[in-house]
């Protein structure tokens, strides 16, 4: 036994979260999670930044309070907002999320990207900055995926609903000639049986999840802080929400679930 095996924390504004977490897990199985849905205040999209920094600001003290050794910030609209915030004021490590402009940008044939993110996001110094660096070459046609969210949360992600609207949002990027879409937001993989099902063979949808979760991974073994247990009894994930946990749970039992044993995954409400 070594290394150090407080939980790893990981949080968003609802379930979206759960698409980084899913890899998470794969990666380093032998962890202890602290999963946060701030649900009560879902979505975080159009917020302004200073309200989102107040709301991480509360999270993360909360998941310090448990704790946690890293946290994950699996929601690009909240990193946009307040990583450096939270960089600043905490000295825990902090993982955060950023559309993945710059992989599509290099691997693009077709000179063109399409990118769907929160309007928080894509007003962040990241995406400006990366699109700037990556992207100065390429046709990227944005869209900022308003409702889509909303959609994830209620339990809609594959709904007459939820085509009617992504195909609203993606069909201009289709003729832009896009062969590359960036998910830029941790709720939109839920959409993805929707998106494959509109979009033509030769585009690639970029989730950044499986990219996180292994950058977590370095950063915890550089900073010694991986768990090296090996008992696998001894994993479990605690899930707190804001406010009601009904569709995380739904999420859960479908994304989560097959690798965990019931009696290890706890659901919690807890005020912010
Ligand atoms: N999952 C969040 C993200 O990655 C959703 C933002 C929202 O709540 O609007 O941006």
Same mark, same amino acid.
């Not at 407080?6 to 990666?27: H, M, Q, R, W, Y």
């Not at 920094?53 to 998941?63: A, E, G, Y």
């Not at 990118?115 to 869209?143: H, M, P, W």
């Given at each position: 036994?070594?290394?150090?095996?407080?939980?790893?924390?990981?949080?968003d504004?609802?379930?979206?979260?759960?698409?980084?977490?899913?890899?998470?897990?794969k990666?380093?199985?032998?962890?202890?999670?602290?999963?946060?849905a701030?649900?009560?205040?879902?979505?975080?999209?159009?917020?302004?930044?200073?309200?989102?920094?107040?709301?991480?600001?509360?999270?993360?003290r909360?998941?310090?309070t448990?704790?946690? +050794?890293v !946290?994950? =910030?699996?929601?690009?609209?909240? #990193?946009?907002?307040?990583?450096? $915030?939270?960089?600043? *004021?905490?000295?825990?490590?902090?993982?955060?999320?950023?559309?993945?402009?710059?992989?599509?940008?290099?691997?693009?044939?077709? +000179?063109? !990207?399409? =990118?769907?993110?929160?309007?928080? #996001?894509?007003?962040?110094?990241? $995406?400006?900055?990366? *699109?700037?660096?990556?992207?100065?070459?390429?046709?990227?046609?944005?869209?900022?995926?308003?409702?889509?969210?909303?959609?994830?949360?209620s339990?809609?992600?594959?709904s007459?609903?939820?085509?009617?609207?992504?195909?609203k $949002?993606?069909d201009?990027?289709?003729?832009?000639?896009?062969?590359?879409?960036?998910?830029?937001c941790?709720?939109?993989?839920?959409?993805?049986?929707?998106?494959?099902?509109m979009?033509?063979?030769?585009?690639?949808?970029?989730?950044?999840?499986?990219?996180?979760?292994?950058?977590?991974?370095?950063?915890?073994?550089?900073?010694?802080?991986?768990?090296?247990?090996?008992?696998?009894?001894?994993?479990?994930?605690?899930?707190?929400?804001?406010?009601?946990?009904?569709?995380?749970?739904?999420?859960?039992?479908?994304?989560?679930?097959?690798?965990?044993?019931?009696?290890?995954?706890?659901?919690?409400?807890?005020?912010?």
């Amino acid at each position: 036994m070594s290394g150090n095996c407080n939980p790893i924390g990981i949080f968003d504004s609802g379930a979206g979260g759960l698409t980084v977490l899913s890899e998470l897990v794969k990666v380093m199985p032998n962890e202890k999670y602290i999963y946060f849905a701030d649900s009560a205040n879902c979505p975080y999209g159009s917020k302004p930044a200073e309200e989102i920094i107040n709301l991480t600001d509360k999270i993360t003290r909360f998941l310090t309070t448990k704790g946690c +050794k890293v !946290i994950v =910030v699996a929601c690009n609209t909240a #990193t946009a907002a307040a990583i450096d $915030y939270l960089r600043n *004021s905490y000295s825990i490590p902090f993982i955060g999320m950023e559309p993945a402009v710059k992989p599509a940008s290099q691997n693009t044939k077709t +000179k063109s !990207i399409g =990118v769907l993110a929160t309007a928080g #996001t894509f007003k962040g110094r990241l $995406y400006i900055e990366t *699109s700037r660096k990556y992207a100065a070459d390429v046709n990227v046609c944005y869209q900022v995926g308003e409702g889509l969210v909303e959609l994830v949360e209620s339990g809609k992600a594959d709904s007459p609903e939820a085509e009617q609207l992504l195909h609203k $949002y993606i069909d201009p990027m289709v003729d832009c000639n896009i062969d590359h879409l960036v998910l830029g937001c941790t709720h939109y993989p839920f959409l993805k049986p929707v998106l494959e099902r509109m979009l033509p063979n030769h585009v690639t949808i970029v989730d950044p999840a499986p990219a996180v979760a292994l950058q977590t991974k370095r950063v915890a073994e550089n900073s010694g802080l991986l768990c090296n247990q090996n008992l696998v009894d001894s994993t479990s994930i605690d899930f707190y929400s804001s406010s009601n946990t009904e569709v995380l749970k739904i999420l859960v039992e479908m994304n989560i679930r097959p690798q965990y044993r019931i009696e290890d995954l706890y659901f919690n409400n807890v005020k912010l």
